[in-house]
């Protein structure tokens, strides 16, 4: 079935390097892709999201790319920080639905001191 | 302003009984989005309204579950003879455009 498919499932960095996170959807359609951020105990939160008209987007020290051909996009975040450490989902409206979202199965990021 | 509120925050109940889970959405927002998030994975769609529209079901594991919106506004997520795997937290979400704002989640343990 259609689905969205996220890799790493746990990624650890030293603080001040870079992490990069990749997902792939499985329909064409899809047009719209946030990146959630949810901190231990705490709910998801809308960090970035691309839409399917542009390939990059940055927002300080995160961006996100889409290969709209390769059906993939990637999360970047640069000179991580320990409050960076969180479990990272993206999603895409597959079938090109308004609204409606298809999870990853998200990234749990430990950014060491 | 005022977020997507949830209540219980948690919710301890016996194998076999029911439980209802409510949702309040943001103000406005015209869709709700009903999650499940088992420890340590990721989100599993549930159910979603749109409006005056009928509800996608699609996601709902068995029909012990139901939810409903009233007034367009408030929702309940209802399960019936909760079993062991129904432990889990239940997010809601709201939106009036793409972007989903989450509410803080109901831990739901069933014992």
């Known amino acids: 079935g259609e689905n969205v498919e996220q890799h790493p499932s746990t990624l650890s960095v030293q603080e001040g390097d870079s992490a990069v996170i990749k997902c792939t959807y499985s329909?064409?359609?899809?047009?719209?892709f946030p990146w959630y951020k949810q901190e231990l105990g705490k709910r998801p939160q809308l960090i970035i999201d691309?839409?399917?008209?542009?390939g990059e987007k940055k927002d300080q020290r995160i961006a996100v790319t889409l290969n709209k051909t390769a059906k993939h996009f990637s999360l970047h975040i640069t000179e991580t920080q320990p409050e960076d450490s969180a479990v990272y989902f993206c999603a895409a409206n597959l079938g090109g639905s308004a609204r409606q979202l298809t999870f990853g199965s998200g990234t749990q990021l430990t950014v060491l001191p | 302003g005022a977020g997507v509120s949830q209540s219980p925050s948690n919710k301890v109940t016996e194998k076999g009984k029911d439980v209802e889970l409510r949702c309040d959405p943001i103000?406005?927002?015209?869709?709700l989005y009903w999650y499940r998030q088992s420890l340590g994975q990721g989100l599993e769609f549930l159910i979603y309204?749109?409006?005056?529209?009928?509800?996608?079901k699609s996601g709902l594991p068995s029909d012990r579950f139901s939810a409903e919106r009233t007034g367009g506004s408030v929702s309940t997520l209802t399960i019936q003879r909760t079993q062991q795997e129904d432990s889990a937290v239940y997010l809601c979400?709201?939106?009036?455009?793409?972007?989903?704002?989450f509410g803080p989640g109901t831990r739901l343990t069933v014992l």
């Open positions: 309204f749109q409006g005056n529209s009928a509800p996608d």
């Open positions: 329909d064409s359609a899809s047009n719209y």
């Open positions: 979400a709201s939106s009036l455009e793409a972007e989903q704002f």
């Open positions: 691309i839409r399917s008209n542009v």
């Open positions: 103000s406005g927002h015209t869709a």
